[in-house]
């Protein structure tokens, strides 16, 4: 009797294992076809521009990466869970906006203002994941009706205009200061670069190492089998959008920080770059597979295109146009890729 259900126990438990090691492999492969994709826009764009490779141009690219990259953390924890959050890049906006309001308006000091800035994240993305889990409103519908909500929002609270951050000392030194040149000269990387780690090592541990990152690749994978299992799964799903959205927070931070406003027009555009990181970085747009570490390397493979186009004076257009066709041939990959497993 034991023997026999032994046998069966056994093949599952061998099963599991040899479908975990294949989704590894397959996750490694990804992350170093896209680290070699990297090396070679690298090596290219230094061959074509003799000013790519300056010091000044390095920074200027971990600078623009910072906040494309916090925003593809942000694109990649609900992505995992097999959804879409269209709202990433108006919801940076509006953070950056309600951060203004608090500091600029009000006068208030500054952690009050980078606390309402992650708090208002945060509570958007609860009403996102509220929307897609309790309401059943597919995640494109729902987070595209936020990116618009969001947007109006910004507009109606700024007053359409821009709000500057002049008279909040310090705030400018959360994406354009260096506490790491200030102990080692020769390295002035940006405070914004230094956060963008931090949040990925995060959100890298969240995945990896609690109960809500397990339960987001589970429901990527099947999520009617976790909600048969007894997990409460409209909660879980709304606790992953709640803290997308406190990472699109820290992104609105970011931002403002770097340009020392809050531009109320501005968002509209970034929610594809962070989805195309997200995608060239090997996280599956069906859900149940991804990583942080592709999502960054995704992310900087953006950040050295765009940059190198601009250094090689292409126009803005062309380089909307290549970014389009670069979402397209990863979206294309991830499909060959699902369809050979």
Avoid at 192 to 202: D, E
Avoid at 229 to 247: E, F, H, P, Q, R
Avoid at 307 to 336: C, H
Wanted: hydrophobic share 50%; net charge positive.
């Amino acid at each position: 009797m034991n023997q026999t259900l032994g046998k069966p126990m056994n093949q599952s438990i061998n099963q599991s294992r040899n479908f975990f090691s294949q989704l590894i492999k397959d996750g490694a492969h990804q992350k170093l076809l896209a680290f070699a994709s990297l090396i070679a826009l690298l090596i290219i764009f230094s061959v074509t521009s003799p000013n790519f490779m300056q010091i000044s141009n390095m920074i200027a690219i971990l600078q623009a990466t910072s906040v494309n990259g916090v925003l593809a953390i942000a694109a990649t924890l609900v992505i995992i869970t097999g959804g879409i959050d269209l709202s990433v890049g108006t919801l940076m906006t509006f953070t950056a906006v309600i951060a203004g309001v608090v500091l600029t308006n009000l006068g208030m000091p500054l952690p009050l203002g980078i606390i309402a800035a992650i708090g208002s994240g945060a509570l958007c993305g609860l009403c996102s994941g509220t929307l897609v889990s309790k309401m059943k409103i597919p995640p494109f519908i729902a987070t595209l009706g936020m990116m618009l909500i969001l947007k109006g929002f910004s507009l109606v609270i700024s007053g359409t205009r821009p709000i500057y951050f002049n008279d909040t000392p310090g705030f400018d030194l959360i994406s354009r200061g260096s506490i790491i040149g200030e102990i080692i000269p020769a390295l002035p990387i940006p405070n914004g670069v230094l956060i963008l780690f931090i949040v990925a090592i995060m959100a890298s541990y969240i995945l990896a190492k609690t109960v809500l990152g397990r339960y987001a690749f589970a429901l990527g994978s099947n999520e009617e089998a976790v909600r048969l299992s007894g997990v409460k799964v409209d909660n879980w799903k709304m606790a992953i959008y709640a803290l997308a959205g406190g990472i699109c927070g820290i992104a609105g931070l970011l931002i403002a920080s770097r340009l020392n406003s809050a531009q109320p027009a501005l968002g509209l555009g970034y929610e594809l770059e962070a989805i195309a990181a997200v995608v060239i970085g090997g996280t599956s747009l069906s859900g149940g597979r991804g990583t942080i570490l592709g999502t960054l390397i995704g992310a900087l493979i953006m950040g050295v295109l765009t940059n190198g186009l601009r250094v090689l004076s292409v126009a803005q257009e062309w380089q909307t146009v290549i970014t389009g066709a670069i979402i397209i041939l990863a979206v294309y990959a991830d499909m060959m890729r699902r369809k050979k497993q």
